[in-house]
């Protein structure tokens, strides 16, 4: 089975704290996703990306970078936290080619920003 | 207006009955249709993919999609209480990015 861990289930930070979320997927899957999870609208995607050192902006990047040195992690970074960043973090991969839209998503990094 | 819509709910049904979750879109772009289901505190798992028009059946779980309504249904039939989560649609279109536009999900529970 493919396993996708996100190092923290709850984090609790600071306004203004420079924020790391951390992904790790073990079934060597090219593509590599960070969505957030808001009551009311869904899942909206941050970044992505396809291969090592990529990376392309989703449908809200603003607020968020991302770092990919290795296939199997990725890493979103809030460069100076805000409270209305406060949500659920996904992280989620796919294989790619075909099956680009069959995601695995991790359990949720669930930020709180005070 | 968002691009897909779904009814949040929630649904409440007793064991036993027929489910049925829709969407509806407005992109006709949309090629690639998904249905993930969602516990409580973990993330989305895939359930159901179907590509274009038509139906897709596994066990207790059938997809329909309707291009021409710009429509897609999820039903479950013999509904358990371990079906109770949340229920995401999901779409994207043939660019075959994996980006995938998002319903914001409907909660069910199923009472035994």
């Known amino acids: 089975d493919v396993k996708v861990t996100q190092s923290s289930r709850y984090l609790v930070k600071r306004t203004g704290e420079k924020v790391f979320l951390e992904c790790v997927q073990d079934m060597d899957h090219e593509n590599m996703f960070w969505y957030r999870q808001d009551p009311g609208l869904g899942l909206r995607l941050i970044y992505f990306s396809y291969d090592v050192k990529m990376k392309e902006k989703g449908d809200i990047p603003e607020g968020y970078s991302v770092s990919r040195e290795k296939k199997e992690r990725f890493s979103l970074i809030l460069e100076s936290a805000s409270t209305n960043q406060t949500s659920m973090y996904l992280c989620?991969?796919?294989?790619?080619?075909?099956?680009?839209?069959?995601?695995?998503f991790g359990s949720g990094t669930q930020l709180s920003v005070l | 207006q968002k691009e897909v819509e779904q009814d949040p709910g929630p649904l409440s049904v007793p064991e036993g009955a027929i489910v049925s979750l829709n969407c509806t879109y407005s992109?006709?772009?949309?090629?690639?249709f998904m249905w993930y289901r969602q516990y409580s505190r973990k993330g989305p798992e895939l359930l159901m993919y179907t590509y274009s028009s038509g139906n897709k059946e596994d066990g207790r779980f059938t997809a329909q999609v309707d291009k021409s309504s710009k429509y897609i249904s999820l039903f479950i039939r013999d509904s358990q209480p371990s079906d109770s989560a949340t229920y995401l649609c999901?779409?994207?279109?043939?660019?075959?990015?994996?980006?995938?536009?998002f319903g914001q999900g409907t909660t069910l529970q199923v009472k035994p």
């Open positions: 989620a991969s796919s294989l790619g080619g075909a099956t680009n839209e069959k995601l695995f």
């Open positions: 992109n006709s772009a949309f090629q690639y």
């Open positions: 999901a779409m994207s279109s043939s660019s075959n990015t994996g980006k995938l536009i």
